[in-house]
């Protein structure tokens, strides 16, 4: 390999890596919204997979039914995390141009 591309693909590799920081500092300001059971179960979560707030429409809630509140804040968290990934992913990809990198999102 001569020395000039050598320079080039580092010069690339810095590039990638510095975009792939700004990326997840621009995760930090994503956020996904999920409701499940009709409103019943509402998350936010960030890009970054912190859940932000969980909100249980009391209305629609038979207090004694525990077990179904249970597996709608489930469903609702696990659909969060699917599409902030998503999110994540996306914007990853745009910078790695679909490599497979290892460690990423």
């Keep these: 390999m001569k020395p000039g591309n050598m320079q080039n693909i580092m010069k690339q590799a810095q590039r990638m890596q510095a975009d792939m920081a700004r990326v997840q ?3 930090k300001d994503e956020h996904v919204e999920v409701s499940v059971g009709g409103g ?3 998350v ?3 890009g970054e997979l912190v859940l932000e707030s ?3 429409d009391p209305a629609a ?3 004694d039914d525990v077990v179904m509140l249970q597996d709608l804040i489930t469903a609702a968290v696990n659909e969060a995390v699917r599409q902030a990934q998503d999110v994540a992913s996306t ?3 745009a910078v790695t141009g ?3 990198i ?3 999102m």
């Design 25 to 27: 500092e621009e995760l």
């Design 40 to 42: 019943v179960v509402k």
């Design 44 to 46: 936010v979560m960030s």
């Design 54 to 56: 969980v909100v249980i």
């Design 61 to 63: 809630v038979d207090p």
């Design 91 to 93: 914007k990853m990809s």
């Design 98 to 100: 679909g490599l497979g």
């Design 102 to 104: 290892p460690g990423l």
